[in-house]
């Protein structure tokens, strides 16, 4: 049943350009619709699925010749981030409730990317994933270059080309797999317990593991972004942030780790202090987290603070892939939950509740509007994401980023106290941008009286309240996610991790 | 000397012979009966007929299977060759229909003619095992699609990308005869398993290679390294693609270039078998696969970056042509059984797109006025099926899956790193010169979506933006369109009959 989850976005893209030219709102409800009914079936797999363990959906010969099958199969990892998938879907269409301009093009797109969002979770067959990881790369680009705003041309072509360039890192390393095992299968399972020689796997896996992790916003490889995400219309960049970065996170966990768990170990010698890849990435990813938070606390546009944000929350869940500890693990897998549900609210905030009104996103000039009085929605939802993205108990974030810090803190203590610094000045540039946008000292009489802002739609407050009860769910019970990847990551499949660095 | 078996002969030429028969029907018809008739009905008449021609052709191809071989290879027809020659003619086939609606000459039934000799030209070449044959019929193509580059007198570009075209064309044509000569004199037969009998004979000396061998090594890749335009050879190719008259520029940029790398893997693979030397890296010795891994690693490399600052669409085609040339010459320098089925699989598909996107860059051009970017400015919006034709082909060019094109790079680099992993380096460069790549197609598809149509045209009223295409035209474009999504979600379609056929042919 899962399978269908890719054809009906498909079908549904299909059907939205054969519709007649100029009826946005049909566009927009049948976007919705096929939206929808995959998040159903998410829900309905989710919910039924309470073992964890890797269940194949779909399994056809494909290429025979070369052994690749269109093999679909879902665990309880590509669970987790399905149903966040159909989540962010779904609150994104009600986020563009307002799209006018070409929007059968735009939800066509849309629709696009998360049917190959779709297929890159459910994906079993390592071609088949590639395949369907290269194919989000387009819809992205045209929905940035098309419907953004801020340097938006720009924004898209840099995406587009840090994935690209990722991608055939990823290519480079699956192909050279794929030949050293005999060129018989490219399945998960097949090259996973293939006996790569080591000397193999040290080139392949920093390879394959960046490549992805470009897309996971991998300090110093972030740049693309925030400004991709500042450029991007609001659905886009809740996408960018939602689910598209986690695509790379779970390319470095589900492909990297998996594929060439010997490249995690240590290289027999040490350089400036390294002594394995293992090192080299946490301390990227402990860099990244402590420089997106600081470069966040500088910011002029609301959406940059944002954007900084996601490539410091983003560094934790990289962070605690390499922790090879199970706590870690887990932790970075409910994490890529976590952010993704966040960083939607987040720039649902920023990209439609203000900007979208004010036309401005510079912080200096929203202050003056009075915000918490024109809006007090928005203002109320970006208090509760922000307490949600410091990391206050009760929201996601706070069980995310508790299970990482245990993780590292078994894995590297001294890196703990870093990102320690991290989580403080994550609160401080929340509080900050909050301070500044919706609070900051309302000017007096002097300032022109400003026309009344269009109150908030029923879909907006639709779309956040469901982003935020999904967050306080995880937050309060984190078991109905950790039930399902904890089985998982005991799976055979992460056998050679577990025998490789795993403690 | 065994004698000509006659019968044999007309089973392996009727193909040909029919093609050549329907191309003067075709030329009769034109010039007997409707020299007075509108220029659209005599070229739809004439691509008609000389469609049927090749239809009846196929349709031999395929019910008859060949296993024939004339005179020690000098013909030959075997399933490979056979598949080759069908892809040619589905090429031509589809170059014909796209022309009908082209006004840039009033000789139609001499360009139907031209089209089709070329197409002839090709069957024989792909057929064939021997040096004379492959290089008259090598000639015979080239001449045509001279003239074929000439043919818009109206136009000066046209002429002088003819010229430069030629000049080329016999410079390089006198190398690949000067190398040709040379192999003779070295193995005194012009039969290419013989001549490899011969290299073998004299590497089993335990001598080096004949330095008389390494020229002729070095004329030959010249020789067809233009037919492929691959650096440093290409100079002709960005002139010809863009001041040919769009069917021509589509012709030569599609099956003649599924005929040139056959029948160069034919002739590196067969016929130097044992003169290859190695490519691998940092064990680089003398023979003809480091000299091809060099001109491919330079081809990848200048037709990308040069493409990025071109301007005119059919420009960037070709640079982009270099840049593919420069990835199918992978294919033979690992030239093994494997490679030569990617590398098919890449070229055919590779000219399906070129010759949509040429057949897309054609109607634009007539609408539009030319073919610089800005010419392409919010096609999407004027005429929705063949930007979304265009969306198809350039992505494949790009190598986004599941188009055609993703599948043939994939399977290409795989049968690369097969023969070896020395080759590792030339795989990690086409890989990351195709991400390159992404960037200018992407430029051409940024007009079509993202910009908006310009000021006069969206001053215009809703009629006369929308751009009316012909049908016939469309028909073919969205068909190729078709066909490049089809093979990139089924490969296996187009690859179960490559791999039987060159099991067939024992290759």
């Known amino acids: 049943m899962l399978a269908w989850t890719i054809y009906i976005s498909f079908l549904g893209a299909l059907l939205l350009l054969l519709l007649p030219k100029g009826n946005a709102a049909a566009a927009r409800i049948l976007a919705l619709l096929t939206a929808l009914v995959t998040f159903a079936i998410t829900l309905v797999s989710f919910l039924q699925h309470r073992t964890g363990e890797m269940l194949t959906v779909t399994d056809v010969s494909w290429i025979p010749s070369l052994g690749i099958r269109y093999h679909l199969a879902a665990d309880g990892i590509s669970l987790v981030l399905l149903l966040l998938t159909g989540i962010i879907a779904v609150t994104g269409i009600l986020f563009s409730w307002n799209i006018e301009h070409r929007a059968k093009e735009f939800f066509a797109f849309y629709l696009l990317l998360i049917g190959s969002v779709y297929g890159v979770f459910l994906s079993y067959d390592l071609l088949l994933l590639f395949v369907f990881y290269e194919i989000v790369i387009i819809p992205k680009y045209f929905l940035i270059a098309i419907w953004g705003s801020t340097r938006r041309e720009y924004g898209a072509m840099k995406l587009v080309l840090y994935s690209f360039i990722g991608s055939a890192m990823v290519l480079i390393g699956l192909i050279a797999a794929y030949v050293a095992a005999g060129e018989k299968s490219m399945a998960l399972g097949d090259l996973a317990g293939f006996p790569f020689s080591a000397h193999f796997q040290m080139w392949a896996f920093p390879l394959v593991f960046v490549g992805f992790a470009i897309l996971a916003g991998l300090w110093p490889f972030h740049t693309w972004a925030p400004t991709g995400h500042v450029a991007a219309p609001t659905a886009a960049s809740m996408l960018l942030a939602g689910v598209v970065m986690k695509l790379g996170a779970y390319g470095c966990l589900r492909v990297a780790m998996t594929l060439f768990p010997l490249g995690l170990g240590p290289w027999g010698f040490h350089f400036l202090g390294f002594g394995s890849w293992r090192d080299v990435f946490a301390v990227l990813a402990v860099i990244g987290i402590v420089y997106g938070a600081m470069v966040a606390l500088v910011q002029k546009d609301f959406k940059f603070v944002i954007g900084y944000s996601s490539v410091s929350h983003m560094g934790f869940i990289l962070l605690g892939l390499m922790t090879l500890n199970q706590i870690g693990l887990s932790g970075a897998v409910v994490q890529m939950f976590s952010h993704g549900i966040l960083a939607g609210l987040m720039f649902a905030v920023v990209g439609r509740m203000v900007y979208d009104r004010t036309h401005t996103r510079e912080l200096a000039l929203l202050g003056p509007m009075n915000l918490n009085r024109a809006i007090p929605f928005a203002a109320v939802t970006f208090v509760v994401a922000g307490m949600a993205s410091m990391g206050l108990p009760g929201f996601s974030g706070f069980v995310a980023e508790l299970m990482i810090v245990i993780g590292v803190w078994h894995a590297f203590p001294i890196l703990t106290v870093c990102v320690g610094l991290g989580l403080v000045v994550g609160v401080a540039y929340i509080w900050r941008a909050m301070q500044k946008a919706f609070f900051a000292e309302a000017e007096h009489a002097s300032a022109a009286p400003h026309e009344a802002l269009p109150p908030i739609t029923l879909p907006e407050r639709l779309g956040a309240l469901i982003l935020i009860v999904v967050s306080v769910i995880v937050g309060i019970y984190p078991q109905v996610l950790l039930n399902i990847i904890v089985p998982a990551l005991n799976s055979p499949l992460f056998n050679g991790l577990r025998q490789g660095g795993w403690r | ?507």
């Not at chain 2, 795989?414 to 086409?430: E, I, N, Q």
Request: net charge neutral.
């Open chain 2, 1 to 507: 000397m065994s004698t000509v078996n006659y019968a044999q002969l007309w089973q392996l030429a009727l193909p040909q012979v029919i093609v050549v028969v329907a191309t003067l029907i075709a030329l009769a018809v034109d010039l007997l009966l409707l020299r007075a008739r509108p220029i659209h009905t005599r070229f739809t008449v004439a691509a008609i007929l000389g469609s049927l021609g090749c239809v009846v052709a196929i349709a031999r191809l395929v019910h008859v299977p060949a296993q024939v071989n004339v005179l020690d290879g000098t013909l030959l027809a075997n399933p490979l060759t056979q598949l080759v020659q069908i892809a040619l003619l589905v090429l031509a086939i589809a170059t014909l229909l796209m022309a009908t609606n082209s006004r840039f000459t009033e000789h139609v039934g001499e360009f139907v003619l031209l089209i089709l000799v070329a197409t002839v030209g090709m069957m024989f070449l792909v057929s064939s095992q021997d040096l004379l044959v492959i290089f008259i019929s090598l000639e015979l193509l080239s001449l045509s699609l001279y003239i074929l580059t000439a043919f818009d007198k109206h136009r000066p570009h046209s002429s002088e990308a003819a010229l430069k075209y030629f000049l080329f064309g016999g410079m390089s044509a006198a190398f690949l005869l000067f190398g040709f000569s040379l192999l003779y004199g070295l193995s005194n037969s012009t039969s290419l398993p013989r001549i490899a009998a011969a290299i073998h004979a004299s590497a089993a000396t335990g001598s080096p290679l004949n330095p008389l061998l390494l020229i002729a090594i070095v004329t030959t890749v010249i020789g067809f390294g233009f037919k492929v335009a691959a650096f440093p050879f290409h100079f002709w190719a960005p002139d010809v693609y863009q001041g040919a008259p769009a069917p021509s520029a589509a012709f030569i940029a599609s099956s003649s270039k599924v005929a040139s790398f056959f029948i160069f893997f034919q002739v590196m693979a067969v016929g130097f078998a044992g003169a290859e030397g190695s490519a691998a890296w940092m064990h680089f010795t003398t023979g003809w696969v480091p000299v091809l891994a060099v001109v491919a690693a330079l081809s990848m490399v200048l037709g990308n970056l040069v493409a990025i600052v071109q301007r005119s669409v059919r420009r960037l085609l070709a640079y982009s042509a270099i840049a593919h040339a420069g990835y199918m010459l992978l294919a033979i320098v690992s030239h093994t059984q494997q490679s030569l089925g990617a590398l098919l699989y890449y070229v055919v598909t590779y000219a399906l797109a070129t010759l949509g996107a040429f057949g897309v860059v054609a109607i634009v051009e007539q609408r539009t006025g030319g073919d610089r970017l800005e010419h392409f400015d919010g096609l999407s919006r004027r005429a929705p099926v063949l930007s979304a034709c265009m969306f198809v082909f350039l992505l494949s060019l790009a190598g986004i899956p599941p188009l055609a094109g993703f599948f043939g790079k994939f399977y290409l680099f795989v049968s690369v790193l097969h023969s070896g992993p020395g080759l590792l380096w030339l795989v990690v460069l086409a890989i990351a010169m195709s991400a390159v790549s992404l960037y200018y197609y992407l430029q051409v598809l940024k007009r079509i979506y993202v910009a908006n149509p310009s000021d006069e045209v969206a001053n215009a009223s809703a009629d006369a933006t929308t751009i009316r295409t012909p049908i016939l035209s469309q028909a073919v474009v969205v068909l190729l369109a078709a066909g490049v999504v089809l093979f990139g979600c089924a490969p296996h379609l187009l690859l179960h009959w490559m791999d039987a056929a060159i099991r067939a042919a024992g290759f």
